[in-house]
Each structure stands twice: as structure tokens, then as C-alpha cells.
């Protein structure tokens, strides 16, 4: 059976050109088009990011100089809660100050991490306006600071680590707690970050003191630098892998249809093997595993492409 995912519409972010040309020209009633559209479609959240990106520049007074009427739009044009995906935190004060609880259910705050500053400024805020968390389970706590999440346990106690501290700090029960393990472009995937990720799926779902959370990626990433070709079905194909360890949130453009292919699509299989090439045997090196897999996915999309053709 195919697991019904929760899709959080992500064409309000500057990466896409219809959101960015409204941002330019102050265009709020842009957002709430898109905002609609998103809608019709099925999305279940939207997220707003109003944040920079390689084809913009943002600068964060104006971007938040500008949120409170893009909010306003939104709301008058849907019901969908919102998510608001910044790390800073006025971004978040604003965006929430200017969210009306009545016309849309609790939104979410994306997201909390160890990187973050002024943490416990932000945890605040999810627990004064009652929202869900995205807690970035890529990063954890060091002692002089946060590192990066380079194992399937790492990433597993980040996650119970922000969960305590979700549940302590802010009154957040296991239900209103998104976890993000990451998901890197699987075409440039050479230390097996995929796997890493998916493997701290599976811990978090078979971890009895985490039950009840979700678990979340941003999928564009997953594709990026393949054939459009394949680029579609690559995603999919991720998403049953995914779903089978535990992910039941997915950030996506809701325009590409964003759901798991069947279980027996030989596009899943084809994926499956590719990242099983990627797990390192006894004296390998991650490198050496890497590789092997980029060859099985660089295969993959070269006979999408012949067939194409």
C-alpha cells in the first residue's frame, strides 16, 4: 500500500520564478495566487521563505519589512496553515506576530538546530504561539558550538536530543515534532549522505522514545543536477524508499505530482540498487563506496536519456 504523504508546497521561496518576481515588484497578491494554486493541488501546508537565493539578493530588513502583508494575502486566499522557513529569528517573530490563528490551523516554525543563535529565543516562540518545529537532525551539538551529522546515529541523537529540548523548553509533544535528517542531490552523492539519511529514518521510527514524530526532507535537493528526463521519477522512487523507514512529510513542488511510486516500479528498484552500491564493504573506504554508487546513478540517468532519445 502507498503511504499518503503530507506535502508542504514550496513555490513561495525566491528558487522559483513566479515567487521571486512577486517578491521584486511587492507584489503580495503574487504570493496569494501561488498560495491558492498550491491548494487546488493538494498541498496540505505552505511554506514562505522569503529569504535569498543564488538568482536574488534579500536583504533581511526588507524581507521582513515585507512579510506581514505577504501573510495577510495568504490567509485571505487559503485556509492551508502556513510554514515559515527562515533560521533567523525576527524572521520568525514577525511571520508569526502576523499570523492569524483563525483563519488557519497551527502553523510551523522551520526550523530549530544547533547551528542556530539565540536557540532558546526560538524555542520560545514555538511554545508563546503553539506551533509545530522542524528540528534540522543534520546538525548536533559539540562543545564548542554544532557539527555536522555524519552517521545515521549522529543524526538519530540529534534528533532525541532536540526532542527532549522541544518537550522541555517549549511543551511540544512527539505529534507536533518534525524531524529533517537531509537529503543531499543523490547525482553528487559520494560519501553516502543518501543512506545516512535514510538509515536515520529507520532508527527514529524504530526508537520507542520518538514515536509519534514525523519525519520531513526537502525533495527538490534530491534530483537536482539530473536529466528532467529522469529527474521526476528519480524523486518518487526516493519517496518510497523513504516512506518504507519512516517519512510521512515531504517539502515539495506540489505541481510535480509529489507521491511514492509503487514498490515493485523499476524505478525504485533500479534506485534501491544504486544506493545499495553506495554502502562501503570491509576495508573500503566511503570514497570507494561513493563512487560506485555515482556510476549506478550516472547509468540510470544515461539509459533515461537513450530512451528519451
Given at each position: 500500500?502507498?503511504?499518503k504523504l503530507?506535502?508542504?508546497?514550496?513555490l513561495?521561496?525566491n528558487?522559483?520564478?513566479?515567487a521571486?518576481?512577486a517578491?521584486?515588484?511587492?507584489r503580495?497578491?503574487?504570493?496569494?495566487a501561488?498560495?491558492?494554486?498550491?491548494?487546488?493541488?493538494?498541498a496540505?501546508?505552505?511554506?514562505l521563505?522569503?529569504?535569498?537565493?543564488?538568482?536574488?539578493q534579500?536583504?533581511r530588513?526588507?524581507?521582513?519589512?515585507?512579510?506581514?502583508?505577504?501573510v495577510?494575502a495568504?490567509q485571505?486566499?487559503?485556509s492551508?496553515?502556513?510554514s515559515?522557513?527562515?533560521?533567523g529569528?525576527?524572521y520568525?517573530?514577525?511571520a508569526l506576530?502576523?499570523y492569524?490563528?483563525?483563519?488557519?490551523?497551527r502553523?510551523i516554525?522551520?526550523s530549530v538546530?544547533?547551528?542556530?543563535?539565540?536557540l532558546?529565543?526560538?524555542?520560545?516562540?514555538?511554545a508563546?504561539?503553539?506551533?509545530?518545529?522542524v528540528?534540522m537532525?543534520?546538525e548536533?551539538?559539540?562543545d564548542?558550538g554544532?557539527?555536522q551529522c555524519?552517521t545515521?546515529?549522529?543524526?538519530?541523537?540529534?534528533?532525541?536530543?532536540f526532542?527532549e529540548?522541544?518537550?522541555?523548553?517549549?511543551?511540544?509533544?512527539?505529534?507536533q515534532i518534525i524531524?529533517?535528517p537531509?537529503?543531499?542531490p543523490?547525482g553528487?552523492d559520494t560519501?553516502?549522505?543518501?543512506n545516512t539519511?535514510l538509515?536515520a529514518?529507520?532508527?527514529?521510527?524504530s526508537?520507542?522514545?520518538?514515536r509519534?514524530?514525523h519525519?520531513?526532507?526537502?525533495?527538490?535537493?534530491?534530483?537536482?543536477g539530473t536529466?528532467?528526463?529522469v529527474?521526476?521519477?528519480l524523486e518518487?522512487?526516493?519517496?518510497?524508499?523513504?516512506?518504507?523507514r519512516?517519512?510521512d512529510?515531504?517539502l515539495a513542488n506540489?505541481?510535480k505530482?509529489?507521491s511514492?511510486?509503487?514498490?515493485?516500479?523499476?524505478m525504485v528498484?533500479?534506485?534501491r540498487?544504486?544506493?545499495?552500491?553506495?554502502?562501503k564493504v570491509?576495508g573500503?573506504?566511503h570514497e570507494?563506496?561513493?563512487?560506485r554508487?555515482?556510476?549506478?546513478i550516472m547509468?540510470?540517468?544515461q539509459h533515461?536519456?537513450n530512451?528519451?532519445?
Open positions: 500500500m502507498i503511504k503530507t506535502i508542504v508546497g514550496e513561495m521561496n528558487s522559483y520564478a513566479r521571486r518576481a517578491f521584486l515588484e511587492r503580495p497578491e503574487g504570493y496569494a501561488l498560495a491558492a494554486l498550491q491548494e487546488r493541488l493538494g496540505d501546508y505552505l511554506t521563505n522569503l529569504d535569498g537565493t543564488q538568482r536574488i534579500v536583504r530588513e526588507e524581507m521582513i519589512a515585507f512579510l506581514p502583508d505577504v495577510a495568504v485571505e486566499a487559503t492551508l496553515p502556513l515559515f522557513d527562515n533560521p529569528l525576527e520568525h517573530k514577525v506576530e502576523s492569524d490563528r483563525k483563519k488557519g490551523a502553523p516554525l522551520n538546530a544547533a547551528s542556530r543563535e539565540r532558546d529565543e526560538m524555542l520560545e516562540l514555538v508563546a504561539y503553539d506551533t509545530l518545529a528540528v537532525a543534520s548536533r551539538f559539540v564548542d554544532a557539527a555524519l545515521p546515529q549522529d543524526a538519530h541523537c540529534a534528533a532525541k536530543e526532542v529540548l522541544l518537550a522541555t523548553k517549549a511543551g511540544r509533544r512527539n505529534d524531524i529533517d537531509g537529503l543531499a543523490v553528487a560519501y553516502g549522505l543518501v539519511g538509515d529514518m529507520a532508527l527514529i521510527q526508537d520507542p522514545d520518538l509519534g514524530v519525519v520531513i526532507v526537502g525533495l527538490s535537493n534530491f534530483a537536482w536529466p528532467r528526463s529527474r521526476h521519477d518518487r522512487a526516493y519517496l518510497t524508499l523513504a516512506t518504507e519512516g517519512l512529510f515531504a506540489p505541481e505530482t509529489p511514492p511510486l509503487p514498490h515493485g516500479h523499476e528498484g533500479k534506485l540498487h544504486a544506493l545499495a552500491q553506495g554502502r570491509d573500503e573506504t570507494t563506496a561513493g563512487y554508487q555515482a556510476e549506478a547509468h540510470i540517468c533515461a536519456e530512451v528519451e532519445i
